[in-house]
């Protein structure tokens, strides 16, 4: 079994409960699904939209390896919600990067 890439979009004025919520839950099952089947399932990542580094809401600094201009191919996106998508321009990039990923992405969520 290939192991499938879950992004979760990061962005200045996330809700880090956005982030960190499904982000965790998932960790949790991928760690069943390795006990159990002795396989990893999810290669979990958090990508940023702008830049390396983001800041959400509460004033938590995230650094990534990912942004959405070298992530590999994603299996699902999460995306999380907050203030920081307010900003028009903001919107603007992520949802021209979510269209233009729908064709190959098996799943796109939303916190």
């Known amino acids: 079994m290939v192991s499938k890439n879950v ?3 990061g ?7 956005d982030l960190s919520g499904p982000l965790e839950t998932l960790a949790i099952a991928r760690r069943a699904v390795e006990q ?3 396989m ?3 290669n979990l990542m958090v990508i940023a939209l702008e830049g390396t580094t983001f800041t959400s809401q509460s004033g938590v ?4 390896q990912k942004t959405i201009n070298n992530a590999p191919p994603l299996d699902t996106i999460v995306i999380p919600g907050g203030a920081g998508f ?11 990067w979510i269209a233009n990923r729908t064709g ?5 969520v939303c916190v």
Do not use: M
């Not at 307010?86 to 021209?96: E, G, I, M, T, Y």
């Open 36 to 38: 159990t089947a002795g």
């Open 7 to 9: 992004a979760i979009l």
């Open 61 to 64: 600094v995230t650094r990534t």
């Open 104 to 108: 190959s992405v098996r799943r796109i």
């Open 11 to 17: 962005f200045d004025g996330v809700n880090t409960l």
């Open 40 to 42: 990893k399932d999810y």
């Open 86 to 96: 307010r900003d028009p321009l903001r919107l603007q990039n992520a949802s021209k």
